[in-house]
């Protein structure tokens, strides 16, 4: 089942509440949103990449540093509480509408997930082809700790193991490992996304692509944002889009 033509989307809402004007945001010597761009012109299995926003500033920053923004998002998919999943479907319904063919698959690439590197796309879009029965593939890691250990619930005042289950183990090393959703990439198979709502997606069959848990830089608040710098500027993040030297 082919994954081409490839659409990569890159959605960035104007009215962020979190951090204010976060995907335009000086980061690492770029705008927040230009790393996404960068990054998908490095991807050669991306065969088209836009930009899905509302707002007009964030649009002529994107096409400032290379990226294609064919029209603007409507005001009703652009409010506090939208959710991504419909913004992904118009994306996806308008540019084959306005290109008159149709894509295979959808790789969302959230602008607030710098940390993403090419080849990450390559083993993504791999193990969605070698997987007739997934509907698509989602970006892990491993947090620096696991929860069945270390996790309580409150009740009463008291404390409570969050998982119960996790009594049977002993030793730390012991508990099956948890991965945590990064959000640094998300691709999926163009019918499942045009058919089904989001609820009804996230219970069918995804595959886990497994990245370092130090890439995964997610940045929605201000400290969120000095953080992912500090990863940046010591050399542990690094953006191969970018000339040596300008990372710090």
Known sequence: MSVHPLLAVIPARGGSKGLPGK???PFGGLPLIAHSIRFASMCPEIDRCIVSTDSEEIAAVAREHGGDVPFLRPPEL?????????????????MEAREGRRFQ??????PTNPGRLPEDVTKALALLDSNPNAVGVISVSEPPFNPRWTCVEEHGGMIANAFP???TYVRRQDVPPVYRINGMLYLWRRDHILSETEDEIEAKPHLALHLPEERAIDIDSPSDFKIGEILVRNGIVTFPWLAPGIHS
Do not use: G
Not at 78 to 94: F, G, K, S, Y
Not at 105 to 110: G, I, R, T, V
């Open 23 to 25: 995907n335009i945001l």
């Open 105 to 110: 698959a959808l790789l969302l690439l959230q």
């Open 165 to 167: 289950e996790s009594k």
């Open 78 to 94: 652009a409010a506090d509480n939208t959710p991504t999943w419909p913004v992904l479907q118009h994306a996806l319904r308008e």
